[in-house]
């Protein structure tokens, strides 16, 4: 009877954690999907993905229910807990980054019919790549709980930020040059920053594999290279300048 039940319990986890595997999975597609639609200005490939955002929603309920159920029936301790904690955590990740794909594609829509500059475009493009790379790394990490491979990712956060804050300043630029730019690359700006976004998702996730592993948490300081605050006060103070008589 008691191998029984522990058997049963390690089901209960593995199946938490392949949920989890294949939330992944989904929200990797999404985001590759929602930047080369947003690249190509396929509107059908952006309405494929904002269809699939339903599928990460309901797969976070599935994941939170059974996860708190177990820790109610099993009482687990120590690692155990963590892991499924951690489940949790990382499940709530994966569904905003599914929301911030969801948000690139509807961007897709709304510039299908604006020109948008090249440059820009392939710049967010490498941006996804970055983030890209970053998700696929975390998402190794949490197969093999490699908490060390978790503090690279987290530390890889900062270039992310850098390429960000590289795109926003072109943006405004181009949107203060000309205002015809500016409907474009006002999308444009919101999609580079989901995906700056969405790169931080990734570093929470990293941190909660650290967490698993380790019982500790990261540091709260983060690297983080994004100055965009700065350059939208240095942008208006420039517009007023050159307005002034």
Same mark, same amino acid.
């Given at each position: 009877m008691?191998?029984? %039940?522990?058997?049963?319990? /390690?089901?209960? &986890?593995?199946?938490?954690?392949?949920?989890?595997?294949?939330?992944?999975?989904?929200?990797?597609?999404? &985001?590759?999907?929602?930047?080369?639609?947003?690249?190509?200005?396929? =509107?059908?490939?952006?309405?494929?993905?904002?269809a699939d955002d339903v599928i990460l929603d309901a797969a976070q309920r599935e994941v939170d229910e059974k996860a708190i159920l177990t820790i109610a029936k099993r009482q687990p301790l120590a690692t155990?807990?963590? /892991?499924?904690?951690?489940?949790?955590?990382?499940? =709530?990740?994966?569904?905003? %980054?599914?929301?911030?794909?969801?948000?690139?594609?509807?961007?897709?829509?709304?510039?299908?019919?604006?020109?948008?500059?090249?440059?820009?475009?392939?710049?967010?493009?490498? &941006?996804?790549? &970055?983030? %890209?790379?970053?998700?696929?790394?975390?998402?190794?990490?949490?197969?093999?709980?490699?908490?060390e491979r978790a503090q690279v990712v987290r530390a890889n956060d900062e270039e992310i930020d850098a390429v960000y804050t590289s795109i926003f300043r072109e943006l405004l630029t181009y949107m203060m040059e000309d205002p015809r730019n500016i409907t474009a690359c006002t999308?444009?700006?919101?999609?580079?920053?989901?995906?700056?976004?969405?790169g931080d998702h990734a570093t929470n996730i990293a941190e909660t594999i650290f967490y698993i592993r380790t019982g500790e948490e990261m540091s709260t300081d983060r690297p983080k290279d994004d100055r965009s605050t700065t350059l939208t006060q240095n942008a208006v103070e420039a517009a007023v300048e050159s307005a002034a008589p």
């Open positions: 008691a191998s029984h %039940i522990v058997s049963s319990y /390690e089901d209960e &986890l593995k199946y938490i954690v392949r949920r989890i595997s294949e939330m992944g999975g989904q929200a990797e597609r999404m &985001l590759e999907q929602s930047v080369t639609a947003l690249v190509r200005g396929d =509107s059908g490939l952006a309405q494929s993905v904002i155990d807990l963590r /892991e499924i904690v951690g489940a949790i955590r990382i499940s =709530s990740d994966l569904e905003r %980054i599914g929301d911030l794909a969801k948000n690139i594609a509807k961007r897709v829509l709304a510039v299908h019919n604006h020109p948008q500059p090249n440059q820009l475009v392939r710049g967010i493009e490498h &941006l996804s790549e &970055l983030a %890209i790379d970053q998700l696929k790394d975390v998402l190794d990490a949490y197969g093999t709980r490699d908490h999308h444009l700006l919101f999609s580079a920053k989901n995906i700056e976004r969405i």
